[in-house]
C-alpha cells in the first residue's frame, strides 16, 4: 500500500455511500433504513481492520495470492490487449511464467483459486490496483447478499430485528473475514443472494426471470468457488420452502420421514460432491472423502506451525464409522473452537472470544428450554429446522477437514450466522412459551 491508497479511500466510501443511500431510500420501514445504514458503516470499519492486519500483522493469501496475482493481471492487460483472453480461458490453461510471485506456482491451477484472481482483476481496473479499494469493493459485494439474508430473516422475525442483526450484521468474525480479497465475501455474498432469490421466487413467486438470473449467478459462484457451501445449504433451504407450505405436508410422520430422507440425500450428495473435487477445502486429494479427512489432518500435524494445529480428540482411521465417531467433535470444534486457551495468535484470539459467548448463549438457550422443549421448537420452525441441519453438516465437514485454528475461523463463517440466528429464534420461541404459561396460571 501507498499513500494513494488513503487519498482514494474517502472517495471510494464516498460513491458506495451514494449508491447504497440511495437504494435505502425506497425502503419504507426505519428499521431497515437504520441496519442498513449501520451496517454499511461496520463494513467500512472492517475493511480497514482488515487490510491492517493482512498488511501489518498477518501476510496472507488475500495480499501475496489474490490481489498479487490479479493486479499484476489487470496490468498485462493494460500493457497486451490480448491478455484479457486469461478473464475468460479455464485456470488449467494460464501460463505459469506468466505468475507475478513464483511462489504461487501451482496456486492457480484450481478454478476456485482463479475464480478470485479472476475478479480482483476485473476489479482492479475500477480501482487504481489499490489494495484498500479492492477490499472495499471485495467488502461491498459481501455486504450487498449479507444485506439480503438479512431481510429474508426479517421478513419473518420482524419483531427479533436486533437479534438478527447481532447474528447476521454484527458477528465479528463473520463481517471481519468477508471484507478483503478473499474467498469468503464472494461466497457469503452470493449465499445471501441466492437464498433471497430462491425465497422471492418458489415461495413469494415474485420477479422470476430477475431472481432465476440472480440464482443462476450466485449459484455458480459457489459452485466454482466453494462448492460444499453449495451442495451443504440448497437441500436444507428447499426443505425449508416445503415446510413453509404446510399444505404440501400435513402429517407429522410423513414430515420427519421427508426431513430424515432429505438429510439422507443430503450428506450422500455432500460426500461425493467433495470425493470428486479433490482441494475444495484445501489441500487434501483422492477419490475418497473420509480417507482425504485423514490425509488432511496428518499433513497439519507435519507442519512447522504447530501452534496453531489443534486435534478434536479422537482417533480417525478414514472410515464412515470413524466419521460418524468424530463428528460431535468436529461440529463442537467448528461453532466453539479455538477455545480462550488455545489462542496463541491474535488472528484466533478474537475468535476464540466470539466462540465463547457463542458457547454460553447455546448452554443458556438449552439450559432455559430443557431438552424437550429445545427440539420440539426446532422441528416446529421450518426456518430454524433448515438453519441448524444447515449449520451442522457445514461443522462436520468443516471440523472434520480442518486441523488449524488459523483456517478454521475463516471456513467456519458461512454457516455462523444461521446458527447464531437459529438459536435466538428459539431462546424467542421459549419465551413466549414461558410467558403464555404464566398467564395462565395467573
Not at 52 to 60: A, L
Not at 138 to 165: I, T
Not at 233 to 254: A, H, Q, T
Not at 421 to 441: E, P, Y
Request: aromatic share 18%.
Amino acid at each position: 500500500m501507498n499513500y494513494l491508497d488513503f487519498i482514494l479511500f474517502p472517495f471510494y466510501v464516498a460513491l458506495f455511500y451514494f449508491i447504497f443511500s440511495a437504494r435505502r431510500k425506497n425502503y419504507t420501514d426505519p428499521v431497515l433504513k437504520h441496519y442498513h445504514k449501520q451496517g454499511f458503516w461496520i463494513k467500512i470499519v472492517a475493511v480497514m481492520a482488515f487490510t491492517f492486519f493482512n498488511t501489518m500483522i498477518s501476510v496472507g493469501d488475500s495480499f501475496l495470492l489474490f490481489f498479487t496475482e490479479g493486479s499484476h493481471m489487470c496490468h498485462m492487460i493494460l500493457k497486451d490487449a490480448s491478455q484479457i483472453k486469461w478473464l475468460y480461458l479455464p485456470s488449467i490453461d494460464y501460463d505459469q511464467t506468466l505468475l507475478k510471485n513464483p511462489n504461487n506456482m501451482g496456486y492457480l491451477k484450481g478454478e476456485n483459486n482463479y475464480m478470485i484472481v479472476r475478479i480482483t482483476a476485473i476489479l482492479s481496473f475500477l480501482s487504481f490496483q489499490k489494495y484498500l479499494i479492492l477490499n472495499l469493493f471485495f467488502s461491498m459485494l459481501s455486504f450487498s447478499g449479507v444485506w439480503r439474508l438479512y431481510r429474508f430473516f426479517y421478513e419473518q422475525y420482524p419483531h427479533l430485528h436486533k437479534q438478527l442483526a447481532i447474528a447476521i450484521l454484527y458477528l465479528p468474525t463473520f463481517v471481519f473475514w468477508s471484507s478483503g480479497i478473499l474467498k469468503d465475501p464472494i461466497c457469503t455474498g452470493a449465499l445471501g443472494w441466492l437464498t433471497y432469490a430462491l425465497y422471492e421466487s418458489f415461495y413469494k413467486k415474485k420477479d422470476l426471470l430477475k431472481n432465476f438470473v440472480i440464482i443462476f449467478i450466485s449459484g455458480y459462484l459457489l459452485y466454482v468457488i466453494k462448492v460444499y457451501i453449495l451442495i451443504s445449504y440448497v437441500p436444507f433451504f428447499f426443505l425449508f420452502l416445503v415446510l413453509k407450505n404446510v399444505d404440501l405436508i400435513k402429517s407429522r410422520i410423513m414430515r420427519i420421514v421427508f426431513v430424515a430422507g432429505l438429510i439422507v440425500v443430503a450428506i450422500t450428495m455432500f460426500t461425493t460432491v467433495m470425493s470428486q473435487l479433490a482441494g475444495t477445502l484445501g489441500a487434501y486429494g483422492g477419490n475418497d472423502v473420509t480417507k482425504n479427512i485423514s490425509i488432511y489432518q496428518k499433513a497439519y500435524a507435519e507442519q512447522e506451525d504447530v501452534g496453531s494445529s489443534f486435534s478434536l480428540g479422537v482417533e480417525y482411521d478414514g472410515s464412515v464409522q470413524s466419521l460418524i465417531k468424530i463428528a460431535p467433535a468436529a461440529v463442537i470444534a467448528t461453532l466453539f473452537r479455538p477455545f480462550l486457551w488455545e489462542s496463541k495468535k491474535i488472528s484466533t484470539l478474537f475468535s476464540s472470544i466470539e466462540s465463547m459467548f457463542i458457547m454460553f448463549f447455546t448452554l443458556s438457550v438449552l439450559y432455559k428450554a430443557g431438552p424437550v422443549n429445545f427440539i420440539r421448537s426446532i422441528a416446529k420452525d421450518p426456518t430454524v429446522l433448515y438453519c441448524l441441519l444447515f449449520a451442522l453438516l457445514f461443522a462436520l465437514f468443516v471440523g472434520a477437514t480442518t486441523a488449524n485454528f488459523g483456517t478454521l475461523v475463516r471456513y467456519k463463517i458461512p454457516c455462523m450466522p444461521f446458527y447464531v440466528a437459529a438459536m435466538f429464534i428459539i431462546q424467542d420461541r421459549i419465551k413466549k412459551k414461558n410467558s403464555l404459561a404464566v398467564g395462565k396460571t395467573m
